[in-house]
């Protein structure tokens, strides 16, 4: 598999850097888009003390779309609650997901100042690398997003026997038509019965998108998660 693609990201406004955010855009898209889509809807999506990473998915053959190349995170049998997941090159994803970590680490920025969210597979990425890769991140923001049914998320936190996983903050439009409203409202039941503690808006009108007021909440949500030291 290829490696990442460009990086692009966002410097802290101030002086020091104490935090780091990893925004993992869409099946695909590109980190520069990512970075302008959340311009657009948030024309102040900064930070005085907190990076934000953009990073680009390797481009490699996704079999939803009849094998040709896209740059996605991982590969999937179909777009659908009920399939297996692909679980060699999900493996594949999490070797690169933990060099981005690593490098923040050793730059002096704990994994507890780290946050990593994403939108739709994005999202699903970030589950991943929150609650089986790194469970002492500082929390997990999703938009759009899914698990599948027999994912291995789940069956990573029946078996974990610490005390704590980092939060969740999930938003999901009601109108979403690629990934239903309900396919994400399971995902997010799921993994608080699995003792994800969470909160989860419901966009209303809201299609596969991302949206001025999700992004005020992801904003919001940040600055409480990491607060300034």
């Known amino acids: ?35 302008e889509w959340v311009r657009i809807m948030h024309k102040n999506f900064s930070f005085p003390y907190i990076k934000v990473l953009y990073p680009t998915a390797p481009l490699q053959p996704y079999t939803p779309c009849n094998g040709e190349k896209s740059n996605v995170w ?47 597979m994005g999202g699903s990425l970030s589950y991943h690398t929150a609650f089986k890769w790194d469970t002492n991140l500082a929390g997990v923001f999703v938009m759009s997003s899914f698990l599948n049914h027999y994912s291995t998320v789940y069956q990573e936190l029946q078996n ?20 239903p409203f309900n396919w994400g409202q399971t995902t997010f039941n799921r993994l608080k019965e699995l003792g994800v503690q969470g909160e989860f808006y419901a966009m209303e009108r809201l299609g596969h998108s991302i949206n001025r007021r999700g992004m005020t909440i992801v904003k919001e949500w940040i600055e409480k998660q990491l607060p300034e030291k």
Not at 3 to 23: D, M, N, R, W, Y
Not at 91 to 113: C, F, H, M, W, Y
Request: no cysteine; charged share 20%; aromatic share 6%.
């Open 1 to 35: 598999m290829s490696k990442l693609g460009s990086l692009h990201f966002t410097k802290p406004t101030g002086p020091g850097h104490s935090a780091t955010v990893i925004f993992f855009h869409g099946s695909g898209s590109s980190g520069a888009n990512m970075k």
């Open 74 to 120: 991982f590969d999937r049998f179909d777009i659908s609650p009920m399939v297996p997941e692909k679980i060699e090159s999900i493996a594949e994803i999490e070797t690169e997901v933990k060099r981005l970590i690593k490098n923040e680490n050793d730059v002096g920025i704990p994994s507890s100042r780290i946050i990593v969210g994403g939108f739709s």
């Open 160 to 179: 974990d026997v610490r005390m704590s996983v980092p939060p969740l903050l999930q938003i999901h439009g009601e109108s979403d038509y690629l990934v």
